[in-house]
């Protein structure tokens, strides 16, 4: 496992989501500093509404659990797990992600 | 595990067949205890276990095979269960109670139970068995069809029943040109009647899906524009590429047939209420079972069957199968289609009513008896929200009522008429794919499952096809109720408050923020539902900058980007345009603006110009071109005030009798700001002709000769109500002054998105109520009313230009943190001479080119 430098602590939104690029591949990072890990990474795709939108969609703290409500048809998606909470059976890929020294990293295998 | 070595004590119980069905049954069986009594072991032909067969299309869009799959082996293997893939089952030996394996193996038994399904029918015609000819049934066929159809253009479906029409979508979505063909004179012959298969045939079409009825196809030769040509009854003929055959299905009984077991006439394994077969340590279950001289080709009957047979393995007699309902509700190619019992009129003496609009292409029948007390079955096309209620007049018997066909009639306020679930037996079937009752689900609310999540966890209602999860919530709430539980008007589970308190603490305390609200009054960190709602009313009672630090997390999409997100995540722009006036010179910059970003261009519904296609990245400079050429925020995104529509009046018109555009104008400008719980929409008339349309609106002003009249509280969309005369010959001065207070009595009073005719709907009172509280001020509420509103006009900002100047926000905008390009899978295609998103078709046809 390898940890990729993203972006800035300042470049995250608090309290939201902003798309970022990893190998090729839109993932939205999201800043939550009440959670314990802060910084989340899943897919920017929208598996539901099949766009790049998710890191447009609102957080949601539901039952304890970080979640993303997407913006388009509002289904929510664990930040840790991927897992849709409507649809089960269908989840998103995910990526551990870390903030150190004002700075955003996302591991890749 | 080798099957030579296994031992065992227990007797032997085997299952042939690991299917939906199959699979179902080891559940119960495990439900039951049964794994301590008997060595359960189970083959499957397939190299998968037990997958969700009825959602299988869903392979295609998206979903992995692990996706579909309704067990991964450590089910089985927790409860010591035998199992073994790629095994087929070759022979039985009744005498020996013995199988033979492919493999060579053979295995004793005690008692088995086959659930071999079924396999699809293929009709014999020459050269049914070419390349590119496929069956839809397992996921290898899926792959097959799938690989096959990367490669060619043009696909067909033989079969225009259920599952063919499913197929013909998948061909559809695989970007193929697709045909069906279908033998009888109609679709859906099982469960439509005439009228209901041409409507849906001509929907279909619509879809540009071509549609061959009472076509018999003779021949399948090479063809000379595509792979086959197809040569038809008539003489004619059509080319295609791919073809999949889907007309119909036959019992799997060649097993059962080998080893002397009872076999129907037209096949199918001959079984009992207890599903046991001819040789009473045999049983048959799902779509190789024949009950009654009948085959069930459903899940929801293959797992009553299951149920069925565990319990007669187990001892116990209650759960005797005595037949199935075959009423299906479904969605082929995005037409509703729904079938209940006699669809086809087949009772002796029956009456029929039938409803059809060929406007909206909807068609809907209703067979009943003849003295015309209950229904016997019914057809609908083209909206399928009349089916539930009908499905429980069927079901349960429960006697028509007197104007029974107001059951399919378009109601005039939007919603069918529907079956209070206070009217059902509890004997009432709710969840057909699990067979729960009313009963059941009332057992599972009093001992304790307070929520329909508890409730599905308990009685797994509506975790099969879904369908019944409205009227679940439904028959939950209703219980709830009967057992004095209050129905949790919480706005979220983050606050134990309506819309109206969160409002009021807001107001009364100061409170400037979620954090500081959350902490005085919440539990949690927000949500999707709570988070906007919040935001809206700090943005209505204080006015903020939207896209503060602490309110950016609030936002809706729309709100947090001020611009609509269309279907694809890009956005349309909607400057404001006062009243619809607007000078050439601001025409020729909208026009340049949508040029240079080559964006499709509408005129609204209200009167403006929406931009659409523009990528997160492009909003500030295009916003930065519009606040220069002097355009401002049309808040088109918000829920705020829209448009104010209006015509030209007095100015222009030689009936009009006031000047309606001044009106519109000022208006719009006046509350332009104003954050409210639904979006509201204005418009102005300068005469009794109407011709903006006031009384559509949520307010419309009308000119008359003595001054203006107000109504208020209409709306169109959804359920589109006229608005309510509210005041006649009012000045203008007054005009605004009851504007004021009525939007701002709603803003501060309604619920999150109630639109003002609900609203008013809910007063207690209603409109009379309204009148006493803004024209007599009988709460003496006017002044703080009128003053509210005057700090939103004060106050109000074009959060664009905010937006331009503030550099924290603009970074909000970027399309990645980390990367200069665009998002690929934002793709648009032109029609009419302007771009439009392509569709997931068209997307595919692309990168398939391109590659």
């Given at each position: 496992?390898?940890?990729?430098?993203?972006?800035?602590?300042?470049?995250?939104?608090?309290?939201?989501?902003?798309?970022?690029?990893?190998?090729?591949?839109?993932?939205?990072?999201?800043?939550?500093?009440?959670?314990?890990?802060?910084?989340?990474?899943?897919?920017?795709?929208?598996?539901?509404?099949?766009?790049?939108?998710?890191?447009?969609?609102?957080?949601?703290?539901?039952?304890?659990?970080?979640?993303?409500?997407?913006?388009?048809?509002?289904?929510?998606?664990?930040?840790?797990?991927?897992?849709?909470?409507?649809?089960?059976?269908?989840?998103?890929?995910?990526?551990?992600?870390?903030?150190?020294?004002?700075?955003?990293?996302?591991?890749?295998? | 595990?080798?099957?030579?070595?296994?031992?065992?004590?227990?007797?032997?119980?085997?299952?042939?067949?690991?299917?939906?069905?199959?699979?179902?049954?080891?559940?119960?069986?495990?439900?039951?205890?049964?794994?301590?009594?008997?060595?359960?072991?189970?083959?499957?032909?397939?190299?998968?276990?037990?997958?969700?067969?009825?959602?299988?299309?869903?392979?295609?869009?998206?979903?992995?095979?692990?996706?579909?799959?309704?067990?991964?082996?450590?089910?089985?293997?927790?409860?010591?269960?035998?199992?073994?893939?790629?095994?087929?089952?070759?022979?039985?030996?009744?005498?020996?109670?013995?199988?033979?394996?492919?493999?060579?193996?053979?295995?004793?038994?005690?008692?088995?139970?086959?659930?071999?399904?079924?396999?699809?029918?293929?009709?014999?015609?020459?050269?049914?068995?070419?390349?590119?000819?496929?069956?839809?049934?397992?996921?290898?066929?899926?792959?097959?069809?799938?690989?096959?159809?990367?490669?060619?253009?043009?696909?067909?479906?033989?079969g225009g029943g259920?599952?063919g029409?499913?197929?013909?979508?998948?061909?559809?979505?695989?970007?193929?040109?697709?045909?069906?063909i279908e033998f009888a004179p109609r679709l859906m012959p099982v469960?439509l009647?005439e009228?209901?298969g041409?409507?849906?045939k001509?929907?279909?079409?619509?879809?540009?899906?071509?549609?061959y009825t009472a076509t018999a196809?003779?021949?399948?030769?090479?063809?000379?524009?595509?792979?086959?040509?197809?040569?038809?009854?008539?003489?004619?003929?059509?080319?295609?590429?791919?073809?999949?055959?889907?007309a119909g299905?036959?019992?799997?009984?060649?097993?059962?047939?080998?080893?002397?077991?009872?076999?129907?006439?037209?096949?199918?394994?001959?079984?009992?209420?207890?599903?046991?077969?001819?040789?009473?340590?045999?049983?048959?279950?799902?779509?190789?079972?024949?009950?009654?001289?009948?085959?069930?080709?459903?899940?929801?009957?293959?797992?009553?069957?299951?149920?069925?047979?565990?319990?007669?393995?187990?001892?116990?007699?209650?759960?005797?199968?005595?037949?199935?309902?075959?009423?299906?509700?479904?969605?082929?190619?995005?037409?509703?289609?729904?079938?209940?019992?006699?669809?086809?009129?087949?009772?002796?003496?029956?009456?029929?009513?039938?409803?059809?609009?060929?406007?909206?292409?909807?068609?809907?029948?209703?067979?009943?008896?003849?003295?015309?007390?209950?229904?016997?079955?019914?057809?609908?096309?083209?909206?399928?929200?009349?089916?539930?209620?009908?499905?429980?007049?069927?079901?349960?018997?429960?006697?028509?009522?007197?104007?029974?066909?107001?059951?399919?009639?378009?109601?005039?306020?939007?919603?069918?008429?529907?079956?209070?679930?206070?009217?059902?037996?509890?004997?009432?079937?709710?969840?057909?794919?699990?067979?729960?009752?009313?009963?059941?689900?009332?057992?599972?609310?009093?001992?304790?499952?307070?929520?329909?999540?508890?409730?599905?966890?308990?009685?797994?209602?509506?975790?099969?096809?879904?369908?019944?999860?409205?009227?679940?919530?439904?028959?939950?709430?209703?219980?709830?109720?009967?057992?004095?539980?209050?129905?949790?008007?919480?706005?979220?589970?983050?606050?134990?408050?309506?819309?109206?308190?969160?409002?009021?603490?807001?107001?009364?305390?100061?409170?400037?923020?979620?954090?500081?609200?959350?902490?005085?009054?919440?539990?949690?960190?927000?949500?999707?539902?709570?988070?906007?709602?919040?935001?809206?009313?700090?943005?209505?009672?204080?006015?903020?900058?939207?896209?503060?630090?602490?309110?950016?997390?609030?936002?809706?999409?729309?709100?947090?980007?001020?611009?609509?997100?269309?279907?694809?995540?890009?956005?349309?722009?909607?400057?404001?345009?006062?009243?619809?006036?607007?000078?050439?010179?601001?025409?020729?910059?909208?026009?340049?603006?949508?040029?240079?970003?080559?964006?499709?261009?509408?005129?609204?519904?209200?009167?403006?110009?929406?931009?659409?296609?523009?990528?997160?990245?492009?909003?500030?400079?295009?916003?930065?071109?519009?606040?220069?050429?002097?355009?401002?925020?049309?808040?088109?995104?918000?829920?705020?005030?829209?448009?104010?529509?209006?015509?030209?009046?007095?100015?222009?018109?030689?009936?009009?009798?006031?000047?309606?555009?001044?009106?519109?104008?000022?208006?719009?400008?006046?509350?332009?700001?104003?954050?409210?719980?639904?979006?509201?929409?204005?418009?102005?008339?300068?005469?009794?002709?109407?011709?903006?349309?006031?009384?559509?609106?949520?307010?419309?002003?009308?000119?008359?000769?003595?001054?203006?009249?107000?109504?208020?509280?209409?709306?169109?969309?959804?359920?589109?109500?006229?608005?309510?005369?509210?005041?006649?010959?009012?000045?203008?001065?007054?005009?605004?002054?009851?504007?004021?207070?009525?939007?701002?009595?709603?803003?501060?009073?309604?619920?999150?998105?109630?639109?003002?005719?609900?609203?008013?709907?809910?007063?207690?009172?209603?409109?009379?109520?309204?009148?006493?509280?803004?024209?007599?001020?009988?709460?003496?509420?006017?002044?703080?009313?009128?003053?509210?509103?005057?700090?939103?006009?004060?106050?109000?900002?074009?959060?664009?230009?905010?937006?331009?100047?503030?550099?924290?926000?603009?970074?909000?905008?970027?399309?990645?943190?980390?990367?200069?390009?665009?998002?690929?899978?934002?793709?648009?295609?032109?029609?009419?001479?302007?771009?439009?998103?392509?569709?997931?078709?068209?997307?595919?046809?692309?990168?398939?080119?391109?590659?």
């Amino acid at each position: 496992m390898q940890w990729k430098l993203m972006c800035e602590q300042q470049d995250l939104i608090e309290g939201a989501g902003i798309a970022a690029m990893l190998d090729g591949q839109q993932i939205a990072l999201f800043y939550v500093p009440e959670a314990k890990q802060q910084v989340f990474a899943i897919s920017n795709w929208d598996p539901i509404g099949k766009a790049n939108v998710l890191s447009r969609g609102l957080l949601a703290n539901l039952k304890e659990e970080w979640t993303v409500a997407s913006p388009l048809y509002k289904q929510h998606f664990e930040l840790q797990s991927g897992r849709c909470l409507e649809e089960e059976g269908l989840s998103i890929p995910t990526w551990q992600a870390k903030l150190e020294q004002g700075k955003v990293f996302v591991a890749v295998s | 595990m080798t099957i030579n070595r296994l031992t065992t004590d227990k007797p032997r119980l085997v299952v042939v067949g690991n299917g939906m069905v199959g699979h179902h049954f080891i559940e119960q069986l495990i439900e039951q205890g049964a794994q301590q009594q008997f060595a359960i072991y189970v083959f499957g032909e397939e190299p998968h276990l037990a997958y969700d067969r009825v959602h299988l299309s869903e392979y295609f869009t998206g979903k992995a095979a692990a996706d579909l799959a309704l067990t991964d082996g450590q089910l089985y293997d927790q409860h010591g269960i035998g199992y073994f893939t790629n095994s087929q089952v070759v022979a039985i030996d009744r005498d020996a109670k013995s199988l033979q394996l492919a493999s060579g193996d053979s295995l004793s038994y005690d008692l088995l139970v086959l659930a071999t399904g079924s396999y699809p029918f293929v009709p014999p015609m020459p050269g049914h068995d070419r390349d590119n000819t496929f069956v839809y049934r397992t996921l290898e066929d899926l792959d097959a069809i799938r690989d096959c159809a990367a490669k060619v253009s043009r696909g067909t479906v033989v079969g225009g029943g259920l599952l063919g029409l499913e197929a013909a979508n998948a061909l559809k979505n695989l970007g193929l040109e697709t045909s069906v063909i279908e033998f009888a004179p109609r679709l859906m012959p099982v469960q439509l009647d005439e009228t209901g298969g041409q409507v849906l045939k001509e929907m279909i079409e619509g879809l540009e899906v071509s549609v061959y009825t009472a076509t018999a196809t003779q021949e399948i030769i090479d063809g000379e524009q595509a792979f086959h040509r197809m040569n038809f009854a008539d003489g004619s003929h059509l080319e295609t590429d791919l073809i999949l055959f889907s007309a119909g299905i036959r019992p799997q009984d060649a097993l059962a047939r080998q080893s002397g077991l009872e076999i129907g006439e037209r096949g199918g394994i001959c079984v009992n209420n207890d599903c046991l077969t001819s040789d009473d340590s045999i049983y048959a279950i799902g779509e190789c079972a024949l009950w009654n001289g009948r085959i069930f080709g459903l899940v929801a009957p293959g797992y009553s069957m299951a149920k069925a047979a565990a319990a007669h393995i187990m001892g116990a007699s209650d759960k005797r199968f005595m037949g199935a309902d075959m009423s299906t509700k479904l969605k082929l190619l995005g037409c509703d289609v729904g079938s209940i019992g006699d669809a086809h009129a087949q009772t002796q003496g029956c009456k029929s009513f039938v409803y059809q609009d060929e406007l909206t292409q909807s068609y809907r029948k209703m067979v009943v008896s003849e003295d015309g007390k209950k229904l016997l079955g019914a057809v609908l096309v083209g909206d399928n929200s009349y089916y539930d209620t009908l499905l429980q007049y069927y079901l349960n018997g429960i006697d028509l009522p007197n104007n029974a066909q107001s059951l399919i009639l378009p109601s005039m306020d939007g919603a069918p008429a529907a079956l209070g679930v206070d009217a059902l037996p509890a004997t009432a079937s709710i969840c057909s794919c699990h067979n729960v009752s009313k009963q059941d689900i009332s057992d599972a609310v009093c001992a304790g499952a307070l929520s329909v999540g508890d409730v599905k966890g308990v009685t797994k209602a509506a975790t099969g096809c879904g369908g019944c999860a409205a009227l679940l919530k439904k028959v939950v709430d209703n219980e709830l109720l009967a057992l004095g539980v209050e129905v949790s008007t919480d706005i979220c589970e983050h606050f134990a408050y309506t819309r109206q308190d969160l409002y009021n603490l807001i107001k009364i305390e100061g409170i400037k923020s979620f954090a500081e609200l959350l902490q005085k009054h919440g539990k949690g960190h927000g949500c999707e539902i709570c988070k906007p709602a919040v935001g809206s009313i700090l943005a209505s009672v204080w006015n903020d900058y939207v896209l503060k630090k602490e309110h950016i997390g609030l936002q809706d999409t729309n709100d947090r980007f001020l611009a609509n997100m269309q279907k694809d995540g890009t956005y349309s722009i909607v400057p404001r345009i006062a009243g619809g006036e607007i000078t050439p010179d601001k025409l020729i910059v909208l026009g340049q603006v949508a040029k240079d970003y080559g964006l499709y261009t509408k005129i609204t519904g209200g009167q403006r110009i929406d931009l659409f296609g523009a990528t997160l990245a492009q909003l500030p400079e295009i916003w930065e071109k519009l606040v220069a050429a002097g355009f401002e925020t049309g808040q088109a995104y918000g829920k705020s005030l829209r448009t104010v529509k209006s015509c030209v009046g007095s100015t222009w018109c030689r009936y009009g009798v006031n000047d309606s555009m001044g009106m519109a104008i000022h208006l719009e400008n006046r509350y332009k700001g104003l954050r409210s719980p639904h979006k509201i929409k204005f418009a102005v008339s300068g005469c009794t002709r109407e011709c903006a349309e006031a009384q559509s609106k949520d307010i419309g002003v009308i000119a008359t000769e003595g001054g203006w009249n107000l109504y208020v509280c209409g709306n169109g969309g959804m359920k589109p109500r006229h608005a309510d005369l509210f005041a006649t010959d009012l000045d203008d001065e007054t005009l605004v002054k009851y504007i004021d207070r009525v939007l701002m009595f709603y803003t501060k009073t309604a619920d999150r998105l109630q639109r003002t005719s609900v609203w008013m709907e809910n007063l207690e009172g209603g409109l009379d109520y309204l009148k006493e509280v803004v024209i007599d001020d009988k709460l003496g509420l006017a002044d703080e009313l009128e003053r509210s509103m005057q700090h939103v006009v004060d106050t109000f900002q074009c959060e664009w230009k905010t937006t331009l100047e503030d550099e924290q926000a603009l970074k909000n905008f970027r399309q990645f943190v980390n990367y200069e390009g665009g998002d690929e899978n934002v793709v648009f295609v032109e029609e009419r001479n302007q771009i439009r998103p392509a569709t997931e078709a068209e997307k595919q046809q692309l990168i398939a080119k391109a590659g």
